[in-house]
């Protein structure tokens, strides 16, 4: 016999098993890990839902949100963040904040300002962490309603991101009572409930906290809330005029949330270009993403307003809070026209 005849064939073509349409021409390591964790009936479930709640309600469900669109599998990323890296680069940052800390807040504890201290420090940012806490709740449930699995993904990174900057900030305060003579933090659950500078801010996470709209949950903290209320408080009041007090440790705990925050702001803005584009719902889709920013708009900016209160117990004039207060409201506006929403 011939060594011809017993070759074995040759087959032609793309022998990788693919179950999804890829960005490119071979998906990529974030499609690999991320797309496909989320089935459903109308993917590739053929059997129909397998368990249901008690009520006969399926697991998921497009009721889930006022948004209607046929598209929600093609959301992607646009960080392309997953797990493995998202995992290996918090606990860089973290590692490196954690040796950072001792050393900066010894150093600078001899010249911290003892009205910054017991004001801000004290009460203002260590009342903080409660608005982290309430945004993780929120973002939470939208993790368990969201209808894709690249969307669920996105908004856990954001959801563990709130948590992060939470164990950062209370690790300076605990610091902060090792090394500064009579710093407490002891009154911030007090400021946190009574404190005018604060309870709009307050009323505006519980508001957040127990919505039922995924999506509006995503889109109001990373396009409305944040640019307005989070960068007043962590951009404008933490960071900026931090240095002034002699404090340079609480600008470098807030710098990776800034980054955090354009992150989910990227994000959210990819997923309403995506269900605006729905050929049927776009329209109606836009619209409703509109109403939602302008019934938003007045709560977080009344919001702002309460928290620049804060600015005057560190001696910043009407003009500096009046200018910081425009600065963060210009930036979100800026954030909010970038989705390219109709007018």
């Not at 604060?198 to 889109?219: F, K, M, N």
């Amino acid at each position: 016999m011939s060594a011809q005849s017993t070759s074995p064939p040759v087959y032609e073509g793309d022998r990788t098993f693919i179950w999804f349409t890829p960005e490119r021409r071979k998906p990529s390591e974030y499609e690999l890990y991320t797309v496909g964790q989320q089935s459903a009936p109308g993917h590739w479930l053929d059997v129909g839902w397998p368990l249901h709640y008690d009520n006969g309600a399926p697991p998921w469900s497009d009721t889930s949100s006022a948004v209607r669109t046929t598209l929600w599998a093609q959301y992607r990323d646009p960080s392309r963040t997953w797990q493995r890296p998202y995992v290996s680069t918090s606990n860089q940052d973290e590692q490196a904040l954690g040796r950072l800390l001792p050393v900066l807040v010894k150093v600078s504890a001899s010249t911290l300002s003892p009205a910054w201290s017991k004001e801000i420090l004290g009460r203002t940012y260590a009342a903080w962490p409660f608005v982290e806490y309430g945004l993780f709740r929120a973002l939470a449930y939208a993790v368990r309603e969201a209808r894709a699995d690249t969307i669920e993904f996105a908004t856990v990174f954001q959801a563990v991101d709130r948590l992060r900057l939470l164990q950062d900030v209370v690790l300076h305060l605990d610091l902060l009572q090792e090394e500064v003579p009579g710093f407490t933090d002891a009154d911030a659950r007090e400021a946190w409930m009574t404190d005018p500078s604060l309870v709009a801010v307050r009323e505006v996470v519980e508001h957040l906290a127990t919505g039922t709209d995924w999506v509006e949950i995503l889109l109001v903290t990373a396009l409305v809330f944040e640019p307005v209320v989070g960068r007043l408080a962590k951009v404008e009041l933490f960071s900026h005029r931090a240095p002034s007090f002699g404090d340079g440790v609480t600008p470098v705990v807030m710098a990776q949330s800034v980054a955090d925050a354009a992150r989910a702001a990227d994000a959210a803005r990819a997923l309403v270009a995506l269900v605006i584009s729905d050929p049927e719902h776009g329209a109606a889709n836009a619209a409703l993403i509109r109403s939602w920013f302008d019934a938003w708009q007045p709560r977080c900016e009344k919001a702002a307003r309460a928290l620049s209160g804060a600015f005057a117990c560190c001696g910043t004039d009407e003009q500096g809070t009046e200018d910081a207060l425009a600065r963060v409201l210009a930036f979100q506006r800026d954030t909010v026209a970038a989705c390219g929403l109709p007018a």
